[in-house]
């Protein structure tokens, strides 16, 4: 049983889903860390799109990862156009919390990329992550090319042997190529732990090395 609050762990219907808005939202275009941009074209790097709980801690671990240029967190693999946070957090929009990371394949490879992901959360939990319960919360890769998409499928089989050996679950990640539509969130959720470095970070691994 899913138990209190599982309507919010199950994807809505398209009749269900929050009609959104035809406008983005305001966003500051400078990275709090680095002083970089966040959206761009970004010639020369790749961009994934990944989902490992709440994207406050999430981010901070991408945007630590040498070879990373610039990350924002926004909300991907829902129905609703351009949603809020209040709105993702409704269950009504479909939508996961997601890191983009955009990142320089002459100084990081994806391996490196995917190994800070699986690792950096407990992939096996569902609608959830730890006590962050929710659609929005659920593990995902959206990918930009199929090379990231192989790569992804490859690197889950390699960490579900793993984490198998030592008693977990099989692994609920989400892995989808082409990547679905990314919404930028809020600005005061861009790189929050920068902003408040006493914030909330749910994030947990399960311990388990993932051997790429």
Not at 30 to 47: C, N, W
Request: net charge negative; hydrophobic share 35%; proline share 7%.
């Amino acid at each position: 049983m899913l138990g209190v609050g599982a309507w919010k762990q199950r994807l809505p219907r398209d009749a269900d889903l929050l009609p959104g808005r035809d406008q983005p939202l305001p966003l500051h275009n400078i990275h709090h860390v680095s002083g970089r941009p966040l959206q761009g074209e970004f010639a020369g790097m790749e961009v994934v799109d990944v989902g490992l709980g709440c994207f406050w801690g999430a981010e901070r671990k991408f945007w630590n990862l040498p070879g990373v240029y610039t990350t924002a967190v926004g909300y991907a693999g829902g129905g609703t156009p351009n949603p809020t946070y209040e709105e993702v957090c409704s269950g009504q929009t479909g939508h996961a919390e997601v890191v983009r990371v955009v990142y320089d394949p002459a100084q990081v490879d994806f391996t490196t990329v995917l190994k800070t992901f699986w690792e950096s959360h407990d992939p096996t939990q569902g609608m959830r992550q730890g006590n962050d319960v929710g659609t929005q919360y659920r593990s995902a890769i959206y990918c930009r090319t199929q090379a990231q998409y192989e790569a992804a499928l490859a690197s889950r089989d390699v960490y579900q042997a793993s984490l198998e050996a030592s008693g977990y679950p099989p692994i609920t990640t989400e892995i989808a190529y082409p990547a679905p539509a990314f919404y930028y969130a809020e600005d005061y959720h861009q790189q929050y732990l920068s902003k408040n470095p006493n914030g909330y970070c749910g994030l947990g691994g399960t311990g388990v090395s993932c051997a790429l």
